[in-house]
């Protein structure tokens, strides 16, 4: 149990997805204008990190290790990360209208986005069996949202303050994201798996 | 190689077996004519049509209970577009619902506003900020320009602006092939 919690607190903090593995910036800029869109952002990829990191693990340990294609590893994950997505669109759809109307286009989205491509591989690399790619896969989708909200926030805030000319709209989002970024290597060291 | 082309092509089978199942069983019932109408007009929903709204309007449309002219925000454009989605003829627009008027958003004169806060309930799009006896104003960004404001306002506060275009509402101009030369 204890190293699940360590690998959330990890995932969440310590290595976080954005800002220190520095994974997923598109929707990190593209979609953090507002803090509701974020969290719809948020939210999406969380659901589809969580199902992507899993059924990697299934696809990697039970096809391409023993039949020795480990080579096929990226392509593979990324034509599963796409149904997936696919699969979850249709499904949110037909489940939950509400929520198909505010996940609305990141749905489909999150098939581009780097993170649910990374954490996967991630997993394999770090060697992880299947309830701990899970929870790497969870944690790192929740480090994603809360990072993405923390700076929408933050960005909405800005929206109302008086910036120097030369450095409103994407400039002063990049120096906030340095900044936030040096906060988070505070957490560096804090936990340490093996 | 054989074994990769395999694994490959039996994820891709797999996979689309199981989209093409799921795409059938949680196929949802919409109206997609009324949804590609929705899309033409241009969402200002003003209720100019005399339905409440614009995807209202789109679906009276596609029922055929609605002209497709009784959209004045959407000028003859949007009834030209209309028209050729729908494959009618092009009608002018309807005078009963208003004239055509350059795209414009609603300023209130924040020196005369009393803070009654009818506007605010009279927006479709919760453009107007304020609270009672506090000054309003309007989120340009947000409001249609569907002056629905303007008639509740007891002191005559709220006008009309023509939008004057800027970096972030230039739009490319359509072709300027005038459209009846070439149908």
């Not at chain 1, 204890?2 to 520095?22: H, P």
């Not at chain 1, 939950?96 to 997993?123: D, E, F, K, R």
């Not at chain 2, 958003?105 to 006896?133: F, M, N, R, Y």
Request: aromatic share 8%; proline share 6%.
């Amino acid at each position: 149990m204890e190293q699940y919690f360590l690998i959330l607190l990890g995932t969440v903090f310590v290595n976080n997805i954005i800002m220190s593995k520095v994974l997923g910036l598109c929707p990190f800029f593209g979609v953090s204008k507002k803090l509701e869109t974020a969290l719809s952002m948020g939210l999406a990829t969380t659901f589809v990190l969580t199902l992507g990191s899993g059924t990697s693990y299934l696809i990697n340990h039970y096809l391409l290790l023993p039949s020795g294609l480990t080579y096929l590893r990226t392509l593979s994950f990324i034509v599963v990360i796409a149904a997936i997505v696919q699969f979850t669109e249709m499904f949110v759809e037909k489940t939950s209208p509400v929520l198909y109307q505010v996940l609305g286009i990141y749905l489909p989205l999150i098939t581009t986005n780097c993170a649910v491509l990374g954490i996967p591989l991630l997993n394999v690399q770090a060697n992880h069996d299947f309830v701990q790619s899970l929870a790497f896969g969870f944690g790192g989708a929740v480090g994603f949202t809360m990072v993405l909200v923390l700076f929408s926030g933050l960005r909405e805030r800005l929206e109302g303050a008086d910036i120097p000319k030369p450095f409103r709209g994407t400039s002063i989002a990049m120096i906030t994201a340095g900044l936030m970024s040096l906060a988070f290597m505070g957490f560096s060291g804090l936990v340490h798996i093996h | 190689m054989l074994a990769a082309l395999l694994v490959m092509a039996g994820i891709a089978l797999l996979v689309g077996g199981v989209l093409g199942y799921s795409a059938v069983r949680f196929r949802v019932e919409g109206d997609p004519l009324a949804d590609k109408i929705d899309a033409v007009l241009p969402q200002t929903q003003c209720g100019q049509c005399g339905y409440p709204g614009c995807k209202p309007y789109a679906q009276a449309i596609a029922d055929g209970s609605a002209e497709i002219n009784q959209c004045p925000p959407g000028g003859e454009d949007g009834i030209r577009k209309l028209a050729e989605l729908l494959g009618k003829e092009f009608k002018p627009l309807n005078a009963e619902h208003g004239e055509p008027k350059p795209k414009s958003v609603a300023i209130i004169d924040e020196a005369t506003c009393i803070g009654c806060t009818l506007c605010i309930q009279a927006c479709p799009v919760d453009a107007i900020v304020g609270a009672s006896k506090q000054m309003h104003t309007v989120l340009a960004a947000e409001c249609t320009g569907c002056e629905l404001c303007i008639v509740p306002c007891p002191v005559d506060c709220i006008a009309m602006q023509p939008l004057t275009e800027n970096v972030a509402n230039w739009k490319w101009r359509y072709p300027p092939l005038p459209l009846k030369a070439m149908a």
